[in-house]
Protein backbone atom coordinates (compact mmCIF):
# COMPACT_ATOMS: atom_id res chain seq x y z
CA UNK A 1 0.00 0.00 0.00
CA UNK A 2 1.43 3.54 -0.68
CA UNK A 3 1.04 6.04 1.52
CA UNK A 4 0.51 9.92 0.72
CA UNK A 5 2.26 11.67 3.24
CA UNK A 6 1.19 15.68 3.48
CA UNK A 7 4.28 17.93 3.63
CA UNK A 8 3.53 20.74 6.40
CA UNK A 9 6.79 21.93 6.95
CA UNK A 10 7.14 26.00 7.49
CA UNK A 11 10.17 26.07 5.46
CA UNK A 12 7.50 25.08 2.08
CA UNK A 13 6.00 27.80 2.23
CA UNK A 14 6.35 31.31 0.30
CA UNK A 15 7.34 34.24 1.69
CA UNK A 16 4.21 36.60 3.19
CA UNK A 17 3.89 39.98 2.41
CA UNK A 18 3.78 42.79 4.66
CA UNK A 19 0.66 44.79 5.90
CA UNK A 20 1.93 47.89 3.55
CA UNK A 21 2.06 45.81 0.58
CA UNK A 22 -1.41 43.74 1.52
CA UNK A 23 -2.88 47.09 1.56
CA UNK A 24 -1.19 48.46 -1.67
CA UNK A 25 -2.50 45.27 -3.86
CA UNK A 26 -6.33 45.84 -2.40
CA UNK A 27 -6.31 49.07 -3.38
CA UNK A 28 -4.99 48.48 -6.90
CA UNK A 29 -8.29 46.24 -7.37
CA UNK A 30 -10.63 48.42 -5.10
CA UNK A 31 -11.11 45.91 -2.60
CA UNK A 32 -11.06 45.97 1.38
CA UNK A 33 -9.73 42.96 3.69
CA UNK A 34 -13.39 42.80 5.28
CA UNK A 35 -14.66 42.64 1.67
CA UNK A 36 -12.75 39.27 1.31
CA UNK A 37 -13.23 38.40 4.74
CA UNK A 38 -17.22 38.13 4.56
CA UNK A 39 -16.25 36.35 0.83
CA UNK A 40 -14.21 33.70 1.97
CA UNK A 41 -13.98 33.36 5.94
CA UNK A 42 -17.49 35.17 7.17
CA UNK A 43 -18.79 31.46 7.79
CA UNK A 44 -22.27 33.02 7.35
CA UNK A 45 -24.22 30.33 6.62
CA UNK A 46 -24.33 29.05 10.37
CA UNK A 47 -24.91 32.46 11.78
CA UNK A 48 -28.33 30.87 12.87
CA UNK A 49 -26.57 27.90 14.49
CA UNK A 50 -24.30 29.82 16.73
CA UNK A 51 -26.47 32.25 18.08
CA UNK A 52 -29.33 29.18 19.00
CA UNK A 53 -26.43 27.89 21.23
CA UNK A 54 -25.57 30.70 22.55
CA UNK A 55 -29.46 31.40 23.53
CA UNK A 56 -29.82 28.01 25.64
CA UNK A 57 -25.93 28.18 26.84
CA UNK A 58 -26.46 32.24 28.24
CA UNK A 59 -27.95 32.74 31.72
CA UNK A 60 -31.53 32.59 32.22
CA UNK A 61 -31.78 36.25 33.09
CA UNK A 62 -33.29 38.73 30.12
CA UNK A 63 -32.09 41.38 29.16
CA UNK A 64 -28.48 40.65 28.91
CA UNK A 65 -25.17 42.65 28.05
CA UNK A 66 -23.10 40.73 25.64
CA UNK A 67 -19.11 41.33 24.42
CA UNK A 68 -18.55 39.51 21.36
CA UNK A 69 -14.44 39.17 21.43
CA UNK A 70 -12.66 39.27 17.90
CA UNK A 71 -16.33 40.56 16.44
CA UNK A 72 -14.56 40.43 12.98
CA UNK A 73 -16.65 42.11 10.37
CA UNK A 74 -20.11 41.69 12.87
CA UNK A 75 -21.89 38.96 11.60
CA UNK A 76 -23.49 38.45 14.95
CA UNK A 77 -23.82 41.38 16.53
CA UNK A 78 -27.56 42.06 15.43
CA UNK A 79 -28.22 38.73 15.77
CA UNK A 80 -27.11 39.04 19.41
CA UNK A 81 -29.54 41.99 20.47
CA UNK A 82 -32.38 40.05 18.97
CA UNK A 83 -31.78 36.84 21.14
CA UNK A 84 -30.23 38.05 24.14
CA UNK A 85 -32.05 41.48 24.11
CA UNK A 86 -29.69 44.07 25.66
CA UNK A 87 -26.73 45.91 25.11
CA UNK A 88 -24.19 44.29 22.87
CA UNK A 89 -20.59 45.27 22.40
CA UNK A 90 -18.02 44.17 20.06
CA UNK A 91 -14.24 44.41 20.45
CA UNK A 92 -12.44 43.92 17.17
CA UNK A 93 -8.34 44.51 16.82
CA UNK A 94 -8.53 45.11 12.78
CA UNK A 95 -9.91 48.71 12.03
CA UNK A 96 -10.91 47.67 8.67
CA UNK A 97 -13.51 44.48 10.34
CA UNK A 98 -14.45 47.06 13.19
CA UNK A 99 -15.57 49.22 10.45
CA UNK A 100 -17.69 47.04 8.69
CA UNK A 101 -19.02 45.63 11.57
CA UNK A 102 -20.44 49.71 12.46
CA UNK A 103 -21.69 49.51 9.36
CA UNK A 104 -23.47 45.97 9.06
CA UNK A 105 -24.83 46.41 12.92
CA UNK A 106 -24.96 50.42 13.92
CA UNK A 107 -27.14 49.12 17.10
CA UNK A 108 -24.15 47.88 18.53
CA UNK A 109 -21.09 49.71 20.14
CA UNK A 110 -18.17 48.35 18.48
CA UNK A 111 -14.39 49.02 19.79
CA UNK A 112 -11.23 48.57 18.39
CA UNK A 113 -8.51 46.86 20.34
CA UNK A 114 -7.85 43.50 21.38
CA UNK A 115 -9.05 41.34 24.40
CA UNK A 116 -5.84 41.59 25.94
CA UNK A 117 -6.62 45.52 26.42
CA UNK A 118 -10.21 45.19 28.03
CA UNK A 119 -10.60 46.57 31.20
CA UNK A 120 -14.30 45.87 31.89
CA UNK A 121 -14.97 45.21 35.70
CA UNK A 122 -18.38 43.29 35.75
CA UNK A 123 -19.43 44.59 32.73
CA UNK A 124 -21.34 41.59 30.73
CA UNK A 125 -23.42 39.01 31.29
CA UNK A 126 -21.89 36.83 28.51
CA UNK A 127 -18.83 37.07 26.87
CA UNK A 128 -18.49 35.17 23.51
CA UNK A 129 -15.22 34.38 21.79
CA UNK A 130 -16.57 33.25 18.30
CA UNK A 131 -14.51 31.60 14.95
CA UNK A 132 -11.10 31.17 16.74
CA UNK A 133 -9.92 34.46 18.04
CA UNK A 134 -8.52 32.77 21.17
CA UNK A 135 -5.93 30.92 19.54
CA UNK A 136 -4.88 33.79 17.71
CA UNK A 137 -3.01 34.27 20.43
CA UNK A 138 -0.08 31.52 20.35
CA UNK A 139 1.46 32.16 23.51
CA UNK A 140 0.18 30.88 26.45
CA UNK A 141 0.56 33.77 28.96
CA UNK A 142 -1.64 36.08 26.53
CA UNK A 143 -4.16 33.43 26.28
CA UNK A 144 -3.95 33.62 30.21
CA UNK A 145 -4.38 36.84 30.63
CA UNK A 146 -7.31 37.28 27.72
CA UNK A 147 -9.00 34.60 30.41
CA UNK A 148 -8.28 36.66 33.07
CA UNK A 149 -10.21 39.99 31.58
CA UNK A 150 -13.16 38.08 30.23
CA UNK A 151 -13.30 36.74 34.14
CA UNK A 152 -13.05 40.03 35.68
CA UNK A 153 -15.58 41.51 32.87
CA UNK A 154 -18.20 38.76 33.67
CA UNK A 155 -20.80 39.80 36.56
CA UNK A 156 -21.66 37.22 38.92
CA UNK A 157 -23.51 34.00 36.85
CA UNK A 158 -22.03 34.97 34.03
CA UNK A 159 -21.17 32.65 30.86
CA UNK A 160 -17.81 32.83 29.01
CA UNK A 161 -18.33 30.51 25.25
CA UNK A 162 -14.92 30.29 22.99
CA UNK A 163 -15.26 28.67 19.69
CA UNK A 164 -11.58 27.74 17.67
CA UNK A 165 -11.21 25.07 14.75
CA UNK A 166 -9.93 22.13 16.31
CA UNK A 167 -6.61 21.37 14.75
CA UNK A 168 -5.74 18.10 16.72
CA UNK A 169 -8.93 16.70 14.53
CA UNK A 170 -8.03 18.44 10.82
CA UNK A 171 -4.85 16.18 11.32
CA UNK A 172 -6.73 13.19 12.06
CA UNK A 173 -8.15 13.54 8.46
CA UNK A 174 -5.82 16.01 6.76
CA UNK A 175 -6.31 16.86 3.02
CA UNK A 176 -4.70 19.74 1.49
CA UNK A 177 -7.44 22.92 0.95
CA UNK A 178 -8.88 23.59 -2.27
CA UNK A 179 -8.54 26.60 -4.58
CA UNK A 180 -11.46 28.48 -3.97
CA UNK A 181 -12.83 31.44 -6.13
CA UNK A 182 -15.47 33.98 -5.97
CA UNK A 183 -16.35 37.41 -7.37
CA UNK A 184 -16.05 40.04 -5.09
CA UNK A 185 -17.55 44.08 -5.99
CA UNK A 186 -17.07 42.42 -9.51
CA UNK A 187 -13.40 41.65 -9.03
CA UNK A 188 -12.31 38.03 -9.61
CA UNK A 189 -11.10 36.60 -6.43
CA UNK A 190 -8.70 33.66 -6.17
CA UNK A 191 -7.89 31.82 -2.76
CA UNK A 192 -5.15 29.16 -2.51
CA UNK A 193 -4.70 28.55 1.18
CA UNK A 194 -1.82 26.54 2.66
CA UNK A 195 -1.14 24.81 6.10
CA UNK A 196 1.94 24.31 8.07
CA UNK A 197 2.94 23.16 11.69
CA UNK A 198 5.43 24.69 13.86
CA UNK A 199 6.33 21.67 15.84
CA UNK A 200 8.52 23.05 18.23
CA UNK A 201 5.90 26.33 19.32
CA UNK A 202 2.93 24.69 18.84
CA UNK A 203 1.33 26.64 16.06
CA UNK A 204 -0.63 26.07 13.43
CA UNK A 205 0.17 28.16 10.00
CA UNK A 206 -2.52 28.83 7.65
CA UNK A 207 -1.55 30.68 4.78
CA UNK A 208 -3.80 32.61 2.03
CA UNK A 209 -2.46 33.86 -1.30
CA UNK A 210 -4.99 35.88 -3.44
CA UNK A 211 -5.21 36.37 -6.80
CA UNK A 212 -7.18 39.46 -7.28
CA UNK A 213 -8.41 40.48 -11.25
CA UNK A 214 -10.46 43.59 -11.88
CA UNK A 215 -13.17 43.79 -14.65
CA UNK A 216 -10.91 46.24 -16.60
CA UNK A 217 -8.11 44.18 -16.30
CA UNK A 218 -6.18 45.67 -13.55
CA UNK A 219 -4.33 42.77 -11.47
CA UNK A 220 -2.82 41.99 -7.95
CA UNK A 221 -1.87 39.21 -5.56
CA UNK A 222 -0.36 38.98 -2.05
CA UNK A 223 0.40 36.21 0.52
CA UNK A 224 -0.94 36.59 4.12
CA UNK A 225 0.12 34.21 7.03
CA UNK A 226 -1.30 33.72 10.30
CA UNK A 227 -0.18 31.64 13.35
CA UNK A 228 -3.03 30.14 15.67
CA UNK A 229 -1.92 28.06 18.87
CA UNK A 230 -3.02 24.43 18.60
CA UNK A 231 -5.14 23.50 21.73
CA UNK A 232 -6.73 20.19 22.62
CA UNK A 233 -10.12 20.67 24.51
CA UNK A 234 -8.65 19.41 27.57
CA UNK A 235 -6.00 22.05 27.59
CA UNK A 236 -8.89 24.66 26.77
CA UNK A 237 -11.29 23.47 29.64
CA UNK A 238 -8.12 23.21 32.37
CA UNK A 239 -7.09 26.84 30.90
CA UNK A 240 -10.82 28.35 31.56
CA UNK A 241 -11.13 26.30 34.98
CA UNK A 242 -7.45 27.79 36.12
CA UNK A 243 -8.85 30.84 35.06
CA UNK A 244 -11.57 30.99 37.67
CA UNK A 245 -14.67 29.38 35.62
CA UNK A 246 -16.55 26.44 36.80
CA UNK A 247 -18.81 23.75 35.32
CA UNK A 248 -16.35 23.48 31.82
CA UNK A 249 -17.98 21.81 29.91
CA UNK A 250 -17.58 20.72 26.16
CA UNK A 251 -19.56 20.88 22.91
CA UNK A 252 -19.22 18.32 19.68
CA UNK A 253 -20.97 21.03 17.87
CA UNK A 254 -23.51 24.41 17.56
CA UNK A 255 -26.11 21.49 17.61
CA UNK A 256 -25.25 19.19 20.08
CA UNK A 257 -28.05 18.66 22.44
CA UNK A 258 -25.53 18.10 25.60
CA UNK A 259 -22.07 18.57 26.74
CA UNK A 260 -19.73 15.64 25.80
CA UNK A 261 -16.28 14.98 23.66
CA UNK A 262 -14.68 17.58 21.34
CA UNK A 263 -14.32 15.20 18.51
CA UNK A 264 -15.26 17.03 15.78
CA UNK A 265 -13.89 19.78 13.61
CA UNK A 266 -14.38 22.71 15.93
CA UNK A 267 -13.75 22.92 20.23
CA UNK A 268 -16.17 24.87 21.86
CA UNK A 269 -16.56 25.38 25.67
CA UNK A 270 -18.36 27.35 27.89
CA UNK A 271 -17.89 28.03 31.46
CA UNK A 272 -19.44 30.06 34.18
CA UNK A 273 -18.90 32.72 36.87
CA UNK A 274 -20.49 31.37 40.37
CA UNK A 275 -23.33 33.25 41.65
CA UNK A 276 -22.65 35.43 44.45
Do not use: K
Not at 194 to 215: K, N, S
Amino acid sequence: MSVVRARLSPEALPPADDAEAIAAALAWVGLSRAELYDAFMGRLDEVDEVLDFLEREAPARRPLDVLDVGCGTGRLLAGLGVHLGGRVVGLEPDPGYAAAARARAPEAEVRVGGVGALSDEAGFDMVVMINGPFVYLPDAAARAQALANARRALRPGGVLVIDAPNFVRYLVDYSYPRVQREVVGGVRCRRQPRHAIDVDGGRWIHQDTLTLEAPDGRAASYTERFDFAILTAADLRASMAAAGFTAVTGFRAWDAARPGRCDGARLLAVGRVPSI
